[in-house]
């Protein structure tokens, strides 16, 4: 996997209520996520990173069991949305949830463009505050070259529109920060492409 994240505080303030998580769990297996503490400033930063933590010490384990963990974890703070995956390189599928509106797209290069090959399934709640009963995570097949792209509230919706794909992950997570960022808001991008076997 060839992953890079791209971020930035609302524009005015220091601390960044978005966060991310990429940590290679076995080496077979990835765990990337983005998490938006709600509304911004250090309170939002602060339940952000507390769920960092939590599912950095936890990364073993099924995502649906990640956000119950993460939902305790964060009772009595400000509370978050996040999205998470998981991505097997050796059975090549993704699974993915979402909390909230962290956005997660799974996306290819075609001849008219970029096709969205597969986007996760969200659900309403606030982790750490109310979440839904808890549903299995989605899979889907993932293949060499296919970009996943996770985003914060604070990225404007048309980002997907004119990804560079021969661009680098750093590239094209910096690309879209710069591009489709709301002046509002704190600002988040992560990009990971399945770059297949190396030898």
Not at 45 to 58: D, F, G, K, Q, W
């Amino acid at each position: 996997m060839e992953w890079a994240t791209a971020s930035r505080s609302r524009p005015g303030e220091l601390a960044c209520g978005d966060q991310t998580v990429a940590i290679d769990v076995d080496g077979d297996i990835a765990l990337f996520g983005v998490l938006d503490g709600l509304g911004h400033g250090p309170a939002a930063a602060s339940a952000a990173l507390a769920a960092v933590e939590a599912l950095t010490a936890a990364r073993t384990e099924r995502l649906e069991v990640l956000i119950a963990l993460c939902h305790r974890v964060l009772a009595g703070s400000r509370g978050a949305a996040m999205t998470l995956a998981q991505i097997d390189t050796k059975t090549h599928k993704l699974s993915w949830t979402g909390i909230g509106n962290v956005t997660a797209h799974l996306v290819a290069k075609t001849i008219s463009g970029v096709q969205v090959r597969s986007s996760a399934r969200l659900v309403g709640g606030i982790v750490g505050f109310r979440i839904p009963e808890t549903r299995p995570a989605q899979v889907v097949p993932i293949r060499t070259g296919d970009l996943l792209v996770m985003v914060s509230d604070g990225i404007d919706p048309d980002y997907l529109d004119n990804i560079d794909f021969a661009a680098s992950a750093a590239d094209i997570a910096e690309q879209i920060l710069t591009k489709h960022a709301k002046e509002t808001d704190d600002a988040t991008v992560l990009a990971a492409r399945h770059r297949g076997i190396s030898s």
